[in-house]
């Protein structure tokens, strides 16, 4: 039972806020993920995947981490696959490591899609790459801890309505947001950022450790 960290192959830079996200969790590794491991200090209980992307030279207590193995003609994502044993094991929170960025747009957009869907199921998801972190917003209202200044954006899965922002630079108050409207895009947060929503499905994307220009 608990909060179960999947470890994912997209980006992902180590930061105090990560390490206390991801203290105390269980974790399973998916594939080429695995590569985060020993950034973190973190040695998965379960690696899952078709291992088409097993990064070289893994020291021996990675290599060694029991496996569940999965053929490459497979119809889910190595990501799903291990989001499927965590909650097999019971999972009832998950922090999704590595979820943005990598060399698949596709599978990115599938990891903030699932975490919607994952929460609707009533588990609680961070999607997180250290830099910037994403997390479901559904019918109701949720608040956040975000320093004054962290740039944030609303994005909708769906049309929305309700949808009320407050503690922000650009507050919101019961607004209707067409799909595909960049009106919720490159906010800030200004005091107690709050967020609520009426009707519909979207993801609140913030950037509490922005990366330096490159």
């Known amino acids: 039972m608990?909060?179960?960290?999947?470890?994912?192959?997209?980006?992902?830079?180590?930061?105090?806020?990560?390490?206390?996200?991801?203290?105390?969790?269980?974790?399973?590794?998916?594939?080429?993920?695995?590569?985060?491991?020993?950034?973190?200090g973190l040695t998965p209980e379960l690696w899952v995947g078709d291992f088409d992307s097993v990064p070289a030279d893994l020291p021996?207590?990675?290599?060694?981490?029991?496996?569940?193995?999965?053929?490459?003609?497979?119809?889910?994502?190595?990501?799903e696959l291990a989001i499927a044993a965590a909650l097999e094991r019971g999972a009832t929170g998950l922090v999704l490591a590595g979820a943005f960025g990598g060399k698949r747009a596709d599978h990115a957009f599938l990891h903030l899609a699932l975490a919607v869907r994952l929460a609707e199921a009533g588990i609680s998801v961070l999607?997180?790459?250290?830099?910037?972190?994403?997390?479901?917003?559904?019918?109701g209202k949720a608040g956040f801890d975000y320093a004054d200044g962290t740039l944030f954006s609303v994005l909708g899965f769906s049309d929305?309505?309700?949808?009320?922002?407050?503690?922000?630079?650009?507050?919101?108050?019961?607004?209707?947001?067409a799909f595909g409207s960049s009106l919720t895009i490159s906010n800030?947060?200004?005091?107690?950022?709050?967020?609520?929503?009426?009707?519909?499905?979207?993801?609140l994307l913030a950037h509490p450790y922005p990366l330096p220009e490159s």
């Not at 105090?16 to 590794?29: E, F």
């Not at 999607?127 to 019918?139: K, M, V, W």
């Not at 309505?161 to 607004?175: E, F, M």
């Not at 947060?189 to 993801?203: C, I």
């Open 188 to 203: 800030e947060v200004k005091g107690r950022l709050e967020v609520a929503l009426g009707h519909g499905r979207a993801l």
């Open 60 to 79: 021996h207590d990675l290599a060694a981490v029991p496996r569940q193995v999965f053929s490459a003609e497979k119809d889910k994502t190595d990501g």
């Open 160 to 177: 929305l309505s309700g949808l009320s922002v407050t503690g922000a630079k650009w507050p919101l108050d019961h607004v209707e947001v």
């Open 2 to 40: 608990g909060t179960f960290t999947i470890l994912l192959g997209g980006d992902l830079v180590r930061t105090p806020r990560l390490d206390s996200q991801l203290a105390g969790a269980r974790v399973i590794a998916a594939d080429g993920g695995i590569g985060h491991a020993r950034m973190l």
């Open 127 to 139: 999607l997180t790459s250290g830099a910037q972190e994403g997390i479901p917003l559904l019918p």
